[in-house]
């Protein structure tokens, strides 16, 4: 096991209502990344916290944003879900130095109707 | 263009063959490749790290390539439990590809 942990597991939301996905990290590291994967794809980069601040964003609009807390542990949060919003949310930890190996949680299925 | 590109696949292998597939990639400041396995509806576990010109575990060879910007990987010796979704990664977007679909047939 990574030592990445999310919660919830599963999570079944309405369109148009908000998410908090949670995460905490691998002992040691203070690097977080979400990624959001659809059935068949591979994951897409939603963003990046270092330290607390946010260190890189793919393309996702405004309404998905996150936070990272003092111990390193993570939110990230979905305003005005939509039905493609339904997916697989991976968090990744890894350390803010090489070697930079990303460390994966079992992720949240979200699916919204 | 994608940052990062991979062979759809599938490759679809009897056991003990060897299978190899490519990645490419698209940002030549990426100093750092990832090979991540995934299995159906689970999460990516980290199968090799590439450095420099590859790295070599067991069964298992990544190669990097940075005149032609690909990255690959081979599998020697295919088991029934190599059967999976292979995802490459670069360090610099932290773009991942689509996925290679290998299935390793009795």
């Known amino acids: 096991e990574t030592g990445v942990t999310q919660s919830p597991t599963h999570l079944i939301k309405t369109r148009g209502q908000q998410v908090t996905l949670r995460c905490s990290s691998q002992s040691g590291h203070n690097t977080v990344s979400w990624y959001q994967q659809a059935l068949g794809q591979g994951p897409q980069f939603i963003f990046q916290y270092y330290r607390e601040e946010e260190n890189g964003r793919g393309n996702f609009p405004p309404r998905f944003s996150g936070l990272q807390f003092p111990n390193y542990s993570s939110e990230l949060n979905v305003n005005a879900l939509e039905l493609d919003d339904s997916a697989l949310y991976l968090c990744?930890?890894?350390?803010?130095?090489?070697?930079?190996?990303?460390?994966f949680g079992p992720g949240t299925r979200l699916t919204v109707t | 263009r994608k940052e990062v590109e991979q062979d759809p696949g599938p490759f679809n292998v009897p056991e003990g063959a060897t299978v190899a597939f490519n990645c490419t990639y698209s940002n030549s400041a990426s100093q750092s490749f990832f090979w991540y396995r995934q299995d159906c509806r689970k999460e990516p576990k980290l199968l090799m790290s590439?450095?420099?010109s590859g790295n070599e575990d067991g069964r298992f060879t990544a190669q990097l390539n940075r005149a032609s910007q690909y990255i690959s990987l081979l599998i020697r010796d295919s088991k029934l439990s190599d059967s999976a979704t292979y995802l490459c990664s670069d360090d610099y977007k932290l773009s991942f590809g689509a996925g290679t679909t290998v299935t390793v047939r009795a």
């Open positions: 590439v450095y420099s």
């Open positions: 990744a930890s890894r350390a803010g130095r090489p070697p930079y190996e990303q460390y």
